[in-house]
Structure formats: C-alpha cells, structure tokens
C-alpha cells in the first residue's frame, strides 16, 4: 500500500471511529484484562486492555497477531506508552471488518502485540499494510511483524490455542499462542 492510499485510509477510518465513540459503540470490556498469553517462541504478555465494536454477523472470521518494538521506550517509558495508546484507538477502530482487540503489554523483549478479530482476513491485511506507516516512524527497524490466520475466531483461540494447528508451520513462531493463564488462575 502507498504512502497516500494508507493516509487515506487512515483518515476514513479516524472519521468511522468518532462516529463509532458518538454512537456508543464502540466498548472497553474487562473480560480479558489481566490475562497473561503465551506464545510458541517463549515470551508471554499480559493483556491491558480490550476494545470491542458492537456490530453484525461475522460472516468470514479470521485473527490477526501484530507485533512491534517501540524506538526510544525504556521503564517507565513502557508504563505512559500503555496510557497513550488509548488515543490510538483512532488508528484501527474504524477500519473495515474490526470486530475487537487485546492490547497486550510489552513482553520479556519490550515487544508489544495486538491481538485482533476481523471479519474478512483481507480487511486485516489492508488494516497492517495502512498501519505499517504509522508504526515504522516509531517501531525499531524490522521489528514490525504480522500474521493473518483466516477462519479463526480469537475466543476460540484463547480458549484452545491448539486450533492454531491448522494454521501450519507449528514452530516457534512469535505469533502463535500456545497457552493463556486468566488474570485470577496465580491468585487460586
């Protein structure tokens, strides 16, 4: 995607997501806030926040993994960062297709992932390849990664991470989640 197709792109979906926050439906359930996801190549992540539009029938699921390095973002750094990036809501919200997202915090490598539902794996495509502009002016070089996983719901992968089988590869990959701990499973 070009430089001025992903600016486009990015202003309509800004417009679609004040609309979204005007119409109150656009959501921040706790559900999954707390809960610590791991993934194939060892690290893991807690989750600090979720969004959620309210919207239709998803008719083509399919899940999206982003994962980036921030430039210049050390210890405390990471703490204002997760502040932040709620006005980054602008960002994805709006685009077409998003159904939710599990902001994850920054794992044992200050490497931050976004855990996504789309309706229609080519929205998801369309959304990373607008948002790569966005996140290369402030991500580590060559630290911006994604996988699109179509015909998956993201719930049924949190409950059952092994349905990423079908995905292939069944390496080490950054991307795939191998287990989730819900936020209350250290306090029982």
Not at 84 to 109: C, I, M, Q, R, Y
Not at 116 to 140: F, H, I, K, N, P
Not at 147 to 167: F, I, N, S, T, Y
Not at 179 to 186: D, F, N, Q, Y
Request: overall charge positive; some cysteine.
């Amino acid at each position: 995607m070009t430089f001025v197709r992903a600016v486009g792109a990015l202003a309509r979906c800004l417009v679609i997501t004040a609309a979204l926050i005007a119409r109150r439906r656009l959501h921040q359930p706790a559900d999954h806030v707390g809960d610590l996801l791991h993934f194939a190549d060892g690290s893991s992540a807690r989750v600090y926040r979720e969004t959620v539009v309210g919207r239709h029938t998803i008719v083509d699921p399919a899940v999206l993994v982003v994962e980036f390095q921030l430039r210049w973002v050390r210890g405390r750094g990471h703490t204002a960062f997760r502040a932040e990036s709620l006005l980054n809501t602008v960002l994805f919200a709006g685009f077409p297709g998003f159904v939710s997202k599990l902001w994850l915090a920054h794992d044992e490598h200050a490497v931050y992932r976004g855990f996504y539902q789309w309706d229609g794996a080519g929205w998801a495509t369309e959304y990373v390849r607008a948002l790569w502009w966005v996140l290369s002016l402030v991500s580590v070089r060559g630290s911006i990664h994604y996988a699109v996983v179509p015909g998956l719901w993201r719930d049924d992968v949190l409950r059952d991470p092994r349905v990423l089988d079908v995905a292939g590869g069944g390496g080490l990959e950054w991307w795939r989640l191998v287990s989730v701990e819900p936020r209350g499973a250290l306090a029982s």
